[in-house]
């Protein structure tokens, strides 16, 4: 059980815009600040978006997060085949003292 | 180029030990913080352990601490897993990854390529 909760699927056609949400509480995204990691089938996790919305260079304006309150979504406009991944939320627990992981979001491209 | 390699992972029997290295380069390595983070087969993401850029702070994850011990020597570039009385649930592709950021705002990049530790009689 991941202290933060995402869907396990979602899915969209090419060209559409699908969100992943991620819900946590107020030790966590309601306190410090969420980051999304994007992981390729087969490969290691990559990061997508620091800090609530910042995008690292590299990553297309096509993706982009918001936050509010205890959760954070992450956006995906223009839907491409390569976007298919499973896409990680993470955020700082002050109860655990750690850093804590959903339990990610497996991306369909129909 | 920042990179991350990790080496180290097998075969190990329920209650060996085994130690994983992370080689860094293409960043001035004593200035980051580092992790181990692992993904058990067909699981998500968790947390195992962090170190501080000169060792002074250190942290686990509840479900290794006593068992696992993490550190690093500078002078090589290099991050260390100890990982002692391994168990069938430590089953899992180990990351290295970089800390970024400030302290509870912080993100892991890059991420090593991952070593599979394989805990099983």
Known sequence: QSVLTQPPSASGTPGQRVTISCSGSSSNIGSNTVNWYQQLPGTAPKLLIYSNTQRPSGVPDRFSGSKSGTSASLAISGLQSEDEADYYCAAWDDSLNGPVFGGGTQLTVL | ?121
């Open chain 2, 1 to 121: 180029e920042v990179q991350l390699v990790e080496s180290g992972g097998g075969l190990v029997k329920p209650g060996g030990s085994l130690r994983l290295s992370c080689a860094a380069s293409g960043f001035p390595f004593s200035s980051y913080s580092m992790n181990w983070v692992r993904q058990a087969p067909g699981k998500g993401l968790e947390w195992v352990s962090s170190i501080s850029s000169v060792s002074g702070y250190i942290y686990y994850a509840d479900s290794v601490k006593g068992r696992f011990t993490i550190s690093r020597d500078n002078a090589k570039n290099s991050l260390y897993l100890q990982m002692n009385s391994l168990r069938a649930e430590d089953t899992a592709v180990y990351y290295c990854a970089r800390y970024v950021g400030a302290l509870k705002t912080q993100w892991f990049d890059p991420w090593g390529q991952g070593t599979l530790v394989t805990v099983s009689s």
